[in-house]
């Protein structure tokens, strides 16, 4: 097991600025469903829809769910709307 951490922006704010997760495998699709299960636990699955609509982040690099991250941090963005 990997321990990652979650940096929150946006909607995901309410969870606090960041949380850590455990997974047995470091893609982007293992950490997207280790936070899907995180929200049930926090009793937060309003914002699965937001979660399937968001993007993780390395640095600056956004990442696609077959990536694998090389670090032990990532950021979550919801999508933003605007002008």
Known sequence: MTAI?????GAFRDLGDRF?????????ASIRD?????????????LEGVLKR????EGDELLKDHVT?????VSLL?????G
């Open 34 to 46: 280790a936070v899907s299960r995180h929200l049930v636990q926090m009793n937060r699955s309003d």
């Open 54 to 57: 968001s993007v993780f982040a």
């Open 20 to 28: 850590t997760i455990e997974v047995d495998d470091v893609s982007v």
């Open 78 to 82: 919801p999508p933003v709307a605007g």
């Open 5 to 9: 951490t979650v940096h929150c922006l």
């Open 69 to 73: 991250v090389s670090g032990q941090e």
